[in-house]
């Protein structure tokens, strides 16, 4: 209105009409534009231009317009320390010689928050990159990383020291690393899990004798899955063909040429 009122002071001297644009919000209605226009008339003016903001694709001026944006909440991990007071398991492992002990720290329920690895007898390189491993995966377990998830991307990791092992759930590490995280996999993963890491778990005997079954004929029946060799991801390869070998006791078979990983 303050536009109208100043031209309407001057219209009456001018013989034309007066060439202004009276810019309007992009919020005007339509009411608002008449009321404009009428206010105008009673004003006396010859001609008035009504420019609503926005009602173009394009316009000689734009001001900066402040979009709201939501808030998003951040997201920090968190990291969840064990108890100076905790139950923990000790195992010790050899692999071709090469003695050592995991240290696993519980929290209250039963899962893993911690891992120390002692290896015997070998030099300071060893120890400190297994002391170094031991901090990560600890670090990584508290603050929240699936221990599935570190099994399955350290698992299977081939370098020297490997070998036999005394363990019958782990009869050959490829690693030392390999050896630690099917350990942790053994003991903490669900059969399912397992199952998909490629981690078998030597049933014991009286789970053997609690699963038999006796037919009529006096004789035992035997599962027909555990007939077949399941495939296992920590099995070699035949160093004479290149296939993969099936476990053959506390050793390795290779089902297409018969080579043995050293049992007869």
């Known amino acids: 209105m303050g536009h109208l009122r100043m031209m309407g002071a001057v219209q009456p001297f001018i013989s034309g009409a007066i060439s202004k644009t009276i810019n309007m919000p992009n919020s005007a209605t339509v009411e608002d534009i008449m009321d404009a226009y009428m206010a105008a008339w009673r004003l006396g003016l010859k001609a008035v231009a009504i420019y609503r903001d926005g009602c173009k694709r394009t316009q000689p001026l734009n001001t900066s317009r402040t979009t709201s944006k939501a808030s998003v909440a951040e997201f920090r991990p968190v990291r969840r320390k064990l108890p100076n007071d905790c139950q923990s398991i000790r195992h010790k492992f050899d692999i071709a010689g090469h003695e050592g002990y995991i240290h696993v720290g519980l929290y209250e329920d039963g899962t893993p928050g911690e891992i120390f690895i002692k290896i015997a007898k070998e030099g300071s390189t060893v120890s400190g990159l297994m002391d170094t491993i031991g901090i990560l995966t600890s670090m990584a377990l508290q603050y929240g990383v699936p221990l599935e998830v570190l099994v399955d991307k350290f698992s299977h990791v081939r370098f020297e020291p490997s070998g036999f092992t005394k363990n019958p759930d782990i009869p050959f590490a490829k690693s030392l690393i390999d050896y630690i995280f099917r350990f942790l996999g053994s003991r903490f993963l669900s059969p399912e899990q397992r199952s998909q890491m490629g981690i078998v778990i030597t049933p014991s005997e009286g789970a053997a004798a609690e699963g038999g079954q006796l037919a009529a004929g006096?004789?035992?029946?035997?599962?027909?899955?555990?007939?077949?060799?399941?495939?296992?991801?920590?099995?070699?390869?035949?160093?004479?063909?290149?296939?993969?070998?099936?476990r053959n006791g506390s050793?390795?078979?290779?089902?297409?040429?018969?080579?043995?990983?050293?049992?007869?």
């Open 218 to 246: 006096g004789g035992a029946t035997t599962n027909v899955a555990t007939l077949g060799f399941s495939p296992q991801a920590d099995a070699p390869s035949c160093h004479d063909c290149g296939a993969i070998m099936v």
């Open 251 to 264: 050793c390795y078979k290779c089902l297409n040429c018969g080579a043995t990983s050293g049992c007869s």
